[in-house]
Each structure stands twice: as structure tokens, then as C-alpha cells.
């Protein structure tokens, strides 16, 4: 069952014009009380948004898809639902580990979102000064990734990886070569 | 579902002694493949040990539970049976966003591990000079994480914040203090 959801959670860039609304973002929201985290420390922090102007302010302070460099993002028509905003609490904890924290976070998030329905996309990129302003986010608190929300409206195919890895584009389908498992695996001692 | 997974995986450090085969841990590297990559880079690579010997020579390398102080880690009796540890390739990458790649890794083999009825605990002091001679692991392969697997053999509890995140131990029962939801949501935007 994991073995779907996992494989199902794809990084979703285009989105069906659908309301998510906050009891679904609840439902997300409410495990990363449970997952594990550095020395038990937990420095994360989280905005959510489902409400559709603070989501086109969100998405003017993001850049999308670094490797696609003719495409500036989703049309308004397939813009995210929703965002959930990871911030750094810097007053707990002061380290690289809440950066693996936040790895785990993410996959939590969006293996639930997957779950549900849902598909999301991370993002790195972002006009940090920018997105603080607009959600009022202290100055003690690192803003680190946001994560876009929506119902996915696109077909990704997964291949193997030939000469690169960079994701493209190509009669509407969003291939992502994906190294293979012989070559992650660096040695099985049994 | 994924809830109870989620709620399930807690950080194990007491095991059964049974043995785990490697075609168990192939069902779990088997996802490593599928799961998101900053920029699809897929820096990361695994060794997994499920050999008795090996297991006690990596077990030497490793420190447990930083907050119980009398606690050396676990007793001959109740030690891993499987190690996976992960390796940063930095031929590929270079960055710190290995570290959330890295987390996203970990929640993915330990929510397998639960769905598996096994459980574990991601270890980050670990002897790496001395741990990469054991393994033969190549100088441009950077050791991150530990995580030990078995069947777990105790009880943990969450329980809320009061003064201090520390784990600690009464009576034979883990306590693990957990934030509350409500600080960890800095904001919901309806």
C-alpha cells in the first residue's frame, strides 16, 4: 500500500482548478506532530494557505522549475490550491539537521497529499524577503521551503536515466529520469 | 492508513532478536528509487547490511540516545538486526540540499520498515573514518546517516511538552515529549 502512494507522489507542477479547503489541510497538518526529528528538537514551524489570494501572492515569490527555462510556472487556470509554507525556527535549534528535518516533513507531507488525492511540488526557489512580508513571518524564523499543493494535471513518466538527469518536457508529458536502483545502491551485505 | 504508520514509527533503539533477510531490506531500498530529489540530482546512495557480523562491526561506530547519558545503547541481546547507511555522493552534488534529500530517504525507510512490523532509529554520531574503513566505502562518498532496523522490543509514549524536549526513561517506558499542533502551526490562512 505504501509501495503505491510513494510511487504515486510525483512533483506536480500544473493543477486542476479545485478548492482544497482547510479541514484537508488539517488532515496533513495534524501528522507532523508524529514524525521524527533531530535530537527530538523539532524547530519546524508551518503556514498553510487555502485561500486564493494569499495564493497568487505566494506564487508571485516563486520560481518554477529550473530545468524547464522556457516556462515560467503554471497558467492561472493550473496554479496550486494550496501552499503549506516550512519554516526554521531558529530560536530551537541553530544547525543543518532541521534541513533533514525538513526532508522528513516534506515527504510527509506530500505521501499524505497523495493519499488524499492531492499532488504537490517543493520549491527552493523563493523571494524569501518577499514571501516573509507577505505572510508576516518573523525575522527569527528562516523561511526554507514551500510546498505547492493542487489536484495534479499532468501525466509524469518516470525513465531511466541515459546521459542526464534534468526532467524535460515532450508531447505534454513531464519525463523525470530516475537513476537506477544498481547504482544507488552501493553495496548489500548479506 | 498512512497515519497509523506515521504514528507507528517511532525512534526504536531496544530490538528482538530475529534476524531480518535481505530480501526484506530489498522491499524497502527497492523505493529509494521513487522518492523526490532536490533538483532530481539523486545524489544519494545506500549500503545495507543484514549480516550478523558486519552488524556488530558498524554497531562499534555508533552512538545512541544522546539524552540518556547512562545508557551505552542497547545490550548484545537487543542490538539491530539490519543497518542501512546513507552515503552522499559528491560527484553528484555538493550542496546542503542533501540533508533534505537525506530526510526524505529517512521517513521513506522507516514508514516502510512499520508498514513491515519492523522498526528503527536514525543515529548521526557516528564514527565515520572508522565506519567507512569497515564498509570499504570510497573517499568521494560522504556517510550521513546510520539507520539501525529490527524488530522493536519496547514501549515508547509521546507525551505533551512541558519544560524540555529530552526523551527519557521510567519504569521501562520511553517517553518521547512531542510539541503540541498548535505550536507547531504558525499560521492557517482560510
Redesign the interface.
Known sequence: ???E???K?R?YRRFAPVNID?ST??KI????????S?????P????????KE?NEKIFSTLKWA??LTDWDGPSPTQRPSAYIVI?HDKNISND??V??????????I???SA?LGLGGC?I?AIDKQKLASI?N?RGD?EIL?VVALGKPAETIE?VDVKND???YRKNDIHY??????S????????
Request: with cysteine.
Open positions: 500500500m505504501l509501495d502512494i510513494i510511487k507522489n512533483s482547510c489541510m488539517g497538518l495534524a501528522l507532523l506532530r508524529y514524525i521524527p533531530a535530537r527530538n528538537a523539532q519546524l514551524k508551518y503556514i498553510a494557505s487555502c485561500n494569499t529550473g530545468y519554516l543543518n539537521y534541513l533533514t528535518d525538513a526532508g522528513i516533513a516534506l515527504q510527509t506530500l505521501l499524505k493519499e517543493t527552493a505572510l513571518i524564523l521551503y518516470i538527469i534534468k526532467y523525470v529520469p530516475k537513476r537506477s536502483l547504482e544507488l545502491i552501493y553495496a548489500i551485505i548479506e
